[in-house]
């Protein structure tokens, strides 16, 4: 992390945060505002930020950049043979150095500020995600897996090189990663709910059972509030209601394109009569109650359930 003030005139104000990486021989450093972009459904946040090089290290050689979504549907430890679960869904390069002036774009509030602050060395780049690039996903790995979860995961990689199909070194390359995240707007929405019937075959009568939501959108960490009418009009007796919070993902990769998951349950405590009742209960959904539930879908490697 680093801040770049805002100058002797502002120099009472909170400098800007930004994020700062260094290749391993410190030759070339790339700055960004911020690491989270936000899809708002009909756009999303470009990519932008600068790259900081050092010229008489590069001497005849350039600097490219670029961003790459890939969706990873298995365990590194079974990548043999060149075959690879891993398959590259987006990517967009730019060359960075030396600067190309026919394609220049108007710099931002950040970029304008790095500039002036590093030098005539820091040239800034600017990226525009397509409107169907998938937002970043981790699924749940299970108990002893290792190396890299399944998902979709962002990569901004910045590197030196002749060309820009040439192999980069790690030594004066530099690898950040970045989320892609989907805007949820607070729009009120009608309430959902859903009703179904159960006859049986020897006895009269059925039962029927409905339940509702107090609204149609939550967030991490809000607490979920279930309405639940059960009308028994049958001769058998309800003894316990299981009330379960399933996530489902849905992978247009494959055949099977849905997955569900259950992320927290919750169970009645008190017999239930004969009669018509109302039970109300509330669940409150977090990733730290599904930590150990395999293949349940993350924003991140973070706690909080997408």
């Known amino acids: 992390m680093a801040n770049v003030e805002n100058g002797p005139a502002?120099?009472?104000?909170?400098?800007?945060?930004?994020?700062?990486?260094?290749?391993?021989?410190?030759?070339?450093?790339?700055?960004?505002?911020?690491?989270?972009f936000i899809d708002y459904i009909t756009h999303s946040d470009p990519i932008d930020g600068v790259i900081l090089v050092d010229p008489e290290y590069l001497k005849e050689r350039r600097v490219f950049t670029h961003i790459l979504a890939a969706f990873r549907y298995g365990r590194e430890d079974l990548d043999v043979l060149g075959l690879t679960f891993r398959k590259d869904l987006f990517l967009s390069s730019a060359q960075v150095y030396p600067h190309d002036k026919d394609k220049e774009k108007p710099l931002t509030r950040l970029q304008e500020r790095l500039v002036k602050k590093l030098g005539s060395n820091?040239?800034?780049?600017?990226?525009?995600?397509?409107?169907?690039?998938?937002?970043?996903?981790?699924?749940?790995?299970?108990?002893?897996?290792?190396?890299?979860p399944c998902g979709v995961d962002y990569e901004l990689k910045t590197y030196v090189a002749e060309s820009q199909d040439e192999k980069s070194h790690k030594r004066n390359s530099v690898r950040l990663a970045v989320r892609k995240l989907t805007y949820a707007s607070n729009e009120a929405a009608p309430q959902p709910s859903a009703e179904t019937t159960k006859d049986f075959m020897m006895s009269p009568g059925g039962i029927r059972l409905e339940a509702s939501l107090d609204k149609e959108k939550y967030f991490h960490g809000e607490t979920i509030a279930i309405n639940i009418?059960?009308?028994?009009?049958?001769?058998?007796?309800?003894?316990?209601?299981?009330?379960?919070?399933?996530?489902?993902?849905?992978?247009?990769?494959f055949t099977k394109g849905s997955y569900s998951c259950s992320v927290a349950d919750l169970f009645s405590d008190a017999t239930v009569c004969r009669h018509m009742f109302i039970f109300n209960c509330s669940v409150q959904v977090h990733g730290s109650?599904?930590?150990?539930?395999?293949?349940?879908?993350?924003?991140?490697?973070?706690d909080r359930i997408l």
């Open 10 to 36: 502002d120099s009472k104000k909170a400098g800007t945060r930004v994020f700062k990486k260094s290749s391993p021989n410190g030759k070339i450093t790339v700055y960004l505002g911020k690491r989270d």
């Open 122 to 148: 820091a040239f800034p780049f600017f990226f525009e995600l397509p409107r169907n690039a998938p937002a970043s996903v981790t699924l749940q790995p299970a108990p002893g897996d290792t190396g890299k």
């Open 229 to 253: 009418l059960v009308d028994n009009n049958s001769n058998k007796s309800v003894k316990k209601i299981k009330i379960s919070v399933c996530q489902v993902a849905e992978i247009m990769m």
């Open 289 to 302: 109650r599904a930590r150990n539930r395999r293949w349940v879908s993350h924003s991140s490697e973070s």
